[in-house]
């Protein structure tokens, strides 16, 4: 079984690039979620979708963007990066209590 | 302000001793608590939960305690493995405000080395 998986696993990118993170889920799970952690930190939540066709602001939604495509995929985008925004991405699905992490997305920007 | 706070960055045991990681939370309408593992570039996994209507959940050599009036909860590991070397993730919700999703707010980790 895949789960969630993301892509892509690593990217490097130029300030004030863009850039699509990609997260699809093989569960049925209707709630989607996605992190970022930081070293020394924990996961904080960037936005989440409670069920297709809604999304909402987690905790640090400021320069993401997010589109549920459709119940499997739930996409994360930077649309001016900044060196801030260098992290691990983790995309995240649910149902009820069981939440499931994909295996990350290493994002730098320079 | 941290809502679910792991004060030990690091903890090392030896291998058969008993693993003690502790995890304190402020927000008095988090219901349900989790421990998250995870090792280095995989994202974390499920250990084991707790709902606050308990005060122990047990499953296998992990076991999780609730204090609900000291807002404290602690995961024992034993007989400790080398295997259960990982970054260990407190995570807290509030299922009660329903909305159909299980936000979950992490502590920043503990770092647990089981020496052999």
């Known amino acids: 079984n895949a789960g969630v998986t993301q892509t892509p696993k690593f990217q490097v990118l130029k300030t004030g690039q863009s850039m699509t993170l990609q997260c699809a889920q093989d569960?049925?799970?209707?709630?989607m979620y996605w992190y970022r952690q930081d070293p020394g930190m924990g996961l904080r939540l960037i936005y989440y979708s409670a069920s297709e066709g809604t999304t909402d602001k987690g905790e640090v939604p400021n320069g993401y963007n997010v589109s549920r495509l459709n119940k499997r995929e739930f996409s994360l985008r930077l649309e001016s990066a900044a060196p801030s925004q260098t992290s691990v991405y983790f995309c995240?699905?649910?149902?009820?209590?069981?939440?499931?992490f994909g295996s990350g997305t290493q994002l730098s920007v320079l | 302000d941290q809502q679910v706070k792991q004060n030990s960055p690091s903890l090392s045991v030896q291998e058969g001793r008993i693993s003690i990681l502790n995890c304190d939370y402020t927000n008095s309408m988090f219901d349900y608590f989790l421990w998250y593992k995870k090792y280095p570039a995989e994202g974390p996994t499920f250990l084991i939960s707790i709902s606050s209507i308990k005060d122990k959940n047990e499953d296998g050599r992990f076991t999780v305690f609730l204090n609900k009036s000291a807002k404290h909860l602690s995961l024992h590991i034993v007989p400790s493995q080398p295997g259960d070397s990982a970054v260990y993730f407190c995570a807290a919700s509030a299922i009660s405000r329903g909305a159909g999703s299980y936000q979950l707010t992490f502590g920043k980790g503990t770092k647990l080395s089981v020496i052999p």
């Open positions: 569960m049925n799970h209707n709630s």
């Open positions: 995240a699905s649910s149902r009820a209590l069981s939440v499931f």
